[in-house]
């Protein structure tokens, strides 16, 4: 059996190399702190510590129930389902930030449906943030089927609504976040324009 020696230099440099960086970690260092600087009463202490960027919030707050982001948080997510709910849905699956459509005709017709693929590239509410596919089913009387993408007006339109939708939904989300978060949130205000 081997025995590892480490020499009195390696013990040294390490010593050197590891010693700094213990000693530079902030959350280590004791800081001193006046008592006439923290306020009393302690929703103020609160609201100090958020503004100068120390405090966080555990579960959202003043809320007792968890805060949980699904679908449901997602204003583009949300937007698409309710733009498009007339048509039945093949497959929704947020995780992977697509929607697909079932065949679509009005009317029941044989000859004509369509199918809409709305994949979600961003969760900003910008005209680039979605894919929207548009797919054209024409039958002849003997059910011989072909199938076109249908790129123009139609596929327009419907990204105008989801997006429009979706920042209706996101200002009601402003709106309701600050009603329940009394304490400045810079980035809601910046959005807000306040």
Do not use: H
Request: hydrophobic share 35%; aromatic share 8%.
């Amino acid at each position: 059996m081997k025995n590892y020696n480490i020499s009195k230099k390696l013990k040294f440099v390490l010593a050197i190399i590891i010693l700094p960086l213990i000693t530079s970690c902030e959350a280590l260092k004791y800081k001193k702190v006046d008592a006439r600087d923290v306020p009393t009463d302690p929703a103020k202490r609160v609201k100090k510590n958020i503004e100068e960027g120390r405090g966080f919030r555990v579960m959202g707050g003043n809320n007792k129930r968890g805060v949980f982001e699904f679908a449901s948080s997602n204003y583009l997510w949300r937007a698409t389902l309710d733009t498009i709910d007339f048509m039945p849905l093949a497959s929704a699956n947020y995780s992977g930030g697509i929607v697909v459509t079932d065949w679509y005709s009005e009317n029941n017709s044989t000859k004509e449906s369509i199918k809409i693929s709305v994949r979600f590239l961003s969760n900003e509410i910008r005209a680039d943030a979605l894919n929207i596919k548009i797919f054209l089913r024409t039958c002849d009387q003997n059910l011989n089927c072909s199938i076109s993408e249908n790129q123009g007006q139609l596929q327009n339109e419907l990204r105008s609504n989801i997006l429009k939708k979706a920042a209706v939904y996101e200002k009601e989300g402003i709106k309701k976040s600050k009603k329940d978060n009394p304490y400045k949130n810079s980035y809601l205000d910046d959005k807000d324009g306040n």
